[in-house]
């Protein structure tokens, strides 16, 4: 297309050369009392010379003016180029922990940098490594006010910036408070979710987590896996948290309907219950639940659980043996039913199988806290000491239990060696439950 335009323009510029040489024509310009006459092809080469020095003044003129405006673009450029290798050696120089020489770089040209929020946080978080927490919180602040911190990505990245900072610092009120802001100018957005998570999580504000928790779900934010860890130990810290048995009720009902199946939140329930005294709303619970799963807590705690009916709930009990004739906690519980029934050869017969599986230190302490209450205190000593040997592998706290039980043990000392009490004991052990140190402890 273009070649075949140069061929047009050529052709035309030859017809009218050749019109001019055979017929070159005149350019008559008159003005009293003056006249010019001239040949046309004179007239257009002088014209054409004439639009030639006149567009070379007007562009002189104009880069005369120009100068000044490109003078400072140049400069311009040129701080801004300095502005970005300060950053450059500034980020380096946090990176090598030379802190001072990098807050120095990073503050330097700030009016020229294009990036003046990446400088300023970096400063912020080099003055938290200092310990000076209002030197930082003035370096976000003059974040948040630059131009370009407007835009929802910068003043996001600041707020985000700000509260990992606070964490860090230990300050989990305020750090809670920027992550509450975050969500809510931006409630879908995923860092903002998990930052409310992690915090709510820490500060135990459990009716507030299992909210943010479900809007996690709705936006995937999550792994299921650990979306579900999270939701039961929601769950369970609320109802732990009660403070009475209208709290406690109150928050069983607002929880999502699926975590009514959830064993582990079941057991804290039923804890609750327990706590407030009722033992047969738990009962039946359990019992209920125990019928589609299997839960080794709850099956734990319907051994702790004093109905109007215990022959009834040692009955129940008897009928999970079929499935689980060896379980260890189904062995302790059946053992403080058969406690609560007066059935003393029955509840040894279980205590002493668990003690068998090696896998409980209850179980010890069980036993040792029934032989000494049938007067069997040589025993009683020896699974003392087993127990207590046991825990040492388990943690601090199994061993509080066995000191608790050595210590109530010593206090009854006294009155076990008295003259007459073995003669007394044995008159009595066929018809009278075992002693109060006993039964306070297993409640």
């Not at 504000?205 to 650990?226: D, K, M």
Request: net charge negative; aromatic share 8%.
């Amino acid at each position: 297309m273009r070649f075949l335009l140069l061929l047009f323009l050529a052709l035309a510029a030859g017809i009218a050369l050749t019109i001019f040489v055979e017929n070159p024509g005149y350019v008559l310009i008159t003005r009293e009392p003056w006249s010019v006459e001239t040949s046309l092809t004179l007239f257009a080469i002088g014209l054409f010379i004439t639009f030639v020095i006149f567009y070379l003044l007007v562009r002189l003129l104009n880069n005369l003016f120009s100068t000044p405006g490109k003078v400072r673009r140049w400069q311009d450029r040129r701080h801004r180029d300095h502005a970005i290798e300060d950053t450059r050696k500034g980020l380096a120089e946090t990176i090598n922990g030379n802190w001072a020489q990098a807050e120095k770089l990073l503050t330097r040209r700030l009016q020229d940098s294009p990036q003046a929020e990446i400088n300023l946080l970096a400063t912020a978080w080099i003055a938290q490594q200092k310990d000076e927490y209002q030197k930082r919180d003035d370096y976000i602040a003059e974040a948040s006010k630059l131009d370009g911190a407007s835009t929802e990505i910068t003043e996001m990245a600041i707020g985000h910036s700000q509260c990992a900072l606070q964490q860090q610092a230990g300050q989990t009120e305020q750090a809670l408070a920027t992550a509450r802001q975050l969500h809510e100018k931006s409630p879908a957005n995923p860092a903002a979710i998990k930052s409310l998570i992690r915090l709510l999580t820490e500060t135990e504000q459990w009716q507030e987590l299992l909210s943010i928790l479900a809007l996690a779900s709705r936006h995937h934010v999550l792994p299921e896996s650990e979306l579900i860890t999270l939701e039961t130990q929601a769950a369970t810290g609320l109802l732990a948290s009660s403070k009475n048995i209208s709290e406690l009720e109150q928050n069983w009902k607002v929880l999502p309907k699926k975590a009514h199946k959830d064993a582990a939140i079941i057991t804290s329930y039923c804890r609750g219950l327990k706590e407030f005294n009722r033992h047969q709303e738990a009962e039946t619970l359990i019992r209920n639940t125990l019928k589609h799963q299997w839960s080794e807590e709850l099956v734990e705690l319907y051994g702790q659980l004093e109905t109007a009916d215990p022959g009834s709930q040692l009955k129940q009990a008897e009928a999970w043996l079929s499935e689980h004739p060896t379980n260890t906690q189904l062995m302790l519980c059946m053992g403080r039913l058969a406690m609560l029934n007066q059935l003393w050869g029955m509840a040894r017969s279980f205590f002493e199988v668990a003690v068998q599986n090696g896998d409980s230190n209850d179980a010890f302490l069980e036993l040792a806290w029934l032989l000494e209450s049938l007067n069997e205190s040589d025993s009683a000593l020896q699974f003392y000491k087993r127990g207590l040997e046991n825990s040492l592998g388990r943690g601090e706290q199994d061993l509080s239990i066995s000191a608790k039980s050595r210590l109530d043990r010593k206090s009854n000392d006294e009155e076990i060696n008295a003259p007459g009490y073995k003669h007394k004991l044995d008159r009595q052990q066929e018809t009278q439950p075992p002693s109060l140190a006993y039964s306070n402890e297993s409640k």
